[in-house]
C-alpha cells in the first residue's frame, strides 16, 4: 500500500510547549487541497464516492492529502482524550454584572435585562438598513402608536416580496401566515388591555429550522427528515420566548443538516446576503442571519455547532452570539452532533442579545466601562485573513484600547489547523451517528449532493480518528485555559474571508469549496470544540462594502464581560459614523 502510507505528527506533551509571543510553534496555514466543485462535477464526485471500491480509496486519499491522517488519524498524542467540553461553574468574578437568580420566570428575567440597557438607544446602525430594537418595538406598543398585529402584516409583506423572482433571498423554509397572525392578534390584545407579558411580548423571532417549533415540521435544511423524526413539541428555547409574549414568524434556511457554511441549499435556495445579494450569506443559520440583517425580525435563534451562528452573523453584519456550553437548553434541537452542537443568538445590536438568552446581565447602562480588560492576540492566526479584515481588525483593536486603555497581550495558540480537523473528524462522526438509523431507511436521492458528499467522509471515520480528535480536543482545553490565565478574552477576526461570490452553477447541487469553507471557520473552533461563550460583533465594511466581523471568545461562563466588550465595539462604530456624517 505504499501511496497510501500515512506518517502520523509526533506531538511534544501539552504541558512543555511555550505559549509565549516568542514561541517557535510553527503556524499550520489551512493547506486545503480541493479545488472548487459545482454542478455536474459534485454529481460524478458523488457518485465515484458512493462506490464500493473506488469510493473508499478517495476518501482515503482525501483525508491524506488533507492532512487528517498526519495530524489526526495516525499522530502520536501523549493525553489522554477529553470527550466533551462541560465547564464548571467556577468562581468567575466579573465587573459590572447583575447576576440572575435561576428561578426567576423568563419574563422576570427580561424586566432584569431592560434595567441594564443604556437609557438612550439609537435605533439606526451605519448599515443603512432600517432596523428597530426590541426597546423601540415596546415603547411603539405600549403607546399604542403600533400593534404587533400591523407589524405582523409589515412582516408577513416583506417575506412575500424578499421571494420575488427578483429577490429570491430564500429566507425562510416555512412561514404560516395563519399562525404568525393569531399571534399578533393575542399580543395586540394584550397591548389592549394594558396587560403585555414582558418586554419581548409582541416582538417577532425567527427560528432556524433545526430547532423545534410547532407547528412547523423539523427539516434541518433536508427534504425526508420531517418525514422520519416528527416534530411534536416545542424546544425549550422556543418555549420560554413564547412564555415571554413573542411572536414566533417560521423556520428559517439553513445548510441542509449544517452540513456545510455557505448556506446553499439545494432544496430551498440559496438564502441571499441582504447587503448584496449575489453574495453568499455564510451558513449554516444562513436565514436566520439574513432576516435580521434585512430588517425583518430583531432576533433570530441559530444553532452553532462548528461557528454556524457567528459566521452568518460576520458575512451579514449582525450580532451573533453563542454561550457557554450548557448555558442554553438543548432539548427539542436536532442532536446532528452531541458535544460541539449549541443554540445561539442573532440579533441587531448587542442590547437586543442580551435581552433574548439566559445569561448574567452586563450594566451597558454604566458610562464606567470595563478597567483593565487584557485581550490575548496570537498574530500569526489573526493575520491569516484578507488584508481589509486584518487592517480593519487590527484598526477596532486600536481604537478600544485608546478609548479604554485596554491592553492586548501577544501568545501563541498552537495547532489551530489541528484542532480544525480534530473537530471536523469529530462532528462528522456524531452527525453519521445520530443520523445513522434514518440514513438507512431512506433513498440517498432524497439528499442534497454536497451533504452526500459530506456524509460519505463523515461515515468513512473510525474509533481511531475519533479517539485522537478527543486527545487533540484535551490539548486544547490545557492551551486555552493557560491563555485565560493570561489574559480575559481572546480576540480574533470572525472569519478568514467577507461573503463570495454565490455562483449559477451551484444552486442545483451545491458546491464543493473547502478553501472558503477554511478560511470561514478559521476562528470558531473554539467555541463548539471547547465550549467557550464567544460573540461576534460588526467592525467595519471591505473595500467592497461587506460586512467584517470582530470576535470575542472568553472565559467559561463569562458572557456578560464578552457582551459588555462587544458593546463598546458597537458603540464606537456609532461614533465613527457620526464622525463621518458631521
Ligand atoms: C452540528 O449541529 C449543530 C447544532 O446541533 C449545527 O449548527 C451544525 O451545523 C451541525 N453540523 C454538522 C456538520 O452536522
Ligand atoms: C500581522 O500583520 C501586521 C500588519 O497588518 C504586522 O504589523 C504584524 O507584524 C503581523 N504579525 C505577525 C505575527 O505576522
Not at 422576570?108 to 434595567?115: F, P
Not at 427578483?166 to 404560516?176: D, G, K, Y
Not at 407547528?215 to 425549550?236: E, F, M, N, Q, S
Not at 473510525?462 to 490565565?485: L, V, W
Request: contains cysteine; neutral net charge; hydrophobic residues 40%.
Amino acid at each position: 500500500m505504499g501511496i497510501f502510507q500515512s506518517k502520523g505528527k509526533v506531538y511534544k506533551p501539552a504541558f512543555e510547549i511555550d505559549l509565549g509571543a516568542e514561541s517557535d510553534e510553527v503556524y499550520t496555514h489551512a493547506n486545503v487541497k480541493a479545488p472548487r466543485v459545482a454542478g455536474f462535477l459534485v454529481k460524478l464526485f458523488v457518485w465515484i464516492l458512493e462506490t464500493w471500491i473506488l469510493g473508499p480509496i478517495v476518501v482515503y486519499i482525501l483525508k491524506k492529502d488533507n492532512l487528517v491522517h498526519k495530524l489526526v488519524s495516525f499522530a502520536e498524542i501523549p493525553e489522554s482524550p477529553l470527550f466533551t467540553a462541560t465547564h464548571d461553574f467556577e468562581g468567575l468574578q466579573e465587573q459590572e454584572v447583575t447576576c440572575i437568580d435561576p428561578d426567576l420566570s423568563p419574563p422576570e428575567r427580561v424586566k432584569e435585562a431592560m434595567g441594564c440597557l443604556p437609557a438612550s438607544l439609537e435605533s439606526t446602525l451605519d448599515s443603512g438598513f432600517k432596523r428597530w430594537t426590541i426597546k423601540d418595538f415596546s415603547r411603539a406598543y405600549n403607546s399604542g402608536k403600533i400593534t404587533p398585529l400591523k407589524v405582523a402584516n409589515r412582516f408577513l409583506a416583506a417575506v412575500e416580496e424578499s421571494s420575488a423572482p427578483h429577490l429570491q433571498m430564500a429566507f425562510f423554509i416555512n412561514c404560516n401566515t395563519d399562525d404568525v397572525l393569531r399571534q399578533a392578534m393575542e399580543s395586540s390584545i394584550r397591548y389592549e388591555k394594558g396587560t403585555p407579558i414582558s418586554m419581548l411580548d409582541g416582538i417577532l423571532v425567527a427560528i432556524k429550522d433545526e430547532m423545534d417549533c410547532l407547528p412547523y415540521p423539523t427539516t434541518g435544511g433536508t427534504k425526508w427528515l420531517h418525514k422520519v423524526r416528527p416534530c411534536t413539541d416545542d424546544a425549550v428555547c422556543v418555549k420560554k420566548l413564547r412564555s415571554c409574549g413573542a411572536i414566533i414568524v417560521g423556520k428559517t434556511n439553513m445548510h441542509e443538516l449544517g452540513a456545510g457554511t455557505s448556506g446553499i441549499n439545494p432544496h430551498y435556495g440559496p438564502t441571499r446576503n441582504p447587503y448584496n445579494i449575489n453574495k453568499v450569506s455564510g451558513g449554516s443559520s444562513s436565514g436566520s442571519a439574513a432576516v435580521v440583517c434585512a430588517g425583518l425580525c430583531p432576533v433570530a435563534l441559530g444553532v452553532d455547532g462548528g461557528g454556524s451562528v457567528r459566521l452568518p452573523a460576520a458575512l451579514c453584519g449582525v450580532v451573533g452570539f453563542k454561550p457557554t456550553n450548557g448555558r442554553l437548553s438543548s432539548s427539542g434541537v436536532l442532536p446532528l452532533n452531541w458535544t460541539v452542537g449549541m443554540p445561539g443568538i442573532l440579533a441587531a445590536n448587542i442590547e437586543d442579545a442580551l435581552i433574548v438568552p439566559e445569561i448574567n446581565l452586563p450594566h451597558l447602562q454604566s458610562s464606567s466601562s470595563l478597567a483593565n480588560i487584557k485581550f490575548a492576540r496570537y498574530g500569526k492566526w489573526f493575520n491569516d485573513s484578507s488584508a481589509d479584515i486584518r487592517s480593519c481588525c487590527d484598526g477596532a483593536l486600536l481604537v478600544l484600547s485608546k478609548h479604554y486603555g485596554w491592553k492586548t497581550v501577544e501568545v501563541t495558540i498552537p495547532e489551530v489547523e489541528e484542532m480544525r480537523l480534530a473537530h471536523y473528524v469529530t462532528i462528522g462522526s456524531e452527525c453519521t451517528a445520530s443520523l445513522a438509523t434514518h440514513l438507512e431507511k431512506m433513498k440517498y436521492g432524497e439528499i442534497g449532493w454536497d451533504a452526500r458528499v459530506a456524509l460519505q467522509v463523515y461515515g468513512s471515520f473510525g474509533s481511531r480518528d475519533y479517539i485522537n480528535a478527543q486527545r487533540i480536543r484535551n490539548r486544547q482545553m490545557h492551551f486555552y485555559k493557560e491563555i485565560f490565565r493570561r489574559a480575559d478574552v481572546i480576540v480574533t477576526p470572525t472569519t478568514g474571508v467577507t461573503a463570495y461570490s454565490l455562483q449559477q452553477d451551484a444552486f442545483r447541487t451545491g458546491e464543493l469549496d473547502y478553501i472558503n469553507g477554511a478560511a470561514l471557520v478559521r476562528y470558531s473552533i473554539s467555541g463548539n470544540f471547547l465550549g467557550f461563550p464567544a460573540v461576534t460583533v460588526l467592525a467595519g465594511y471591505d473595500a467592497g462594502g461587506l460586512p467584517i466581523g470582530l470576535q470575542f471568545i472568553g472565559r467559561p461562563w463569562s458572557e456578560a464581560t464578552l457582551l459588555h466588550i462587544a458593546y463598546a465595539m458597537q458603540v464606537h462604530n456609532r461614533y465613527l459614523h457620526r464622525e463621518q456624517i458631521d
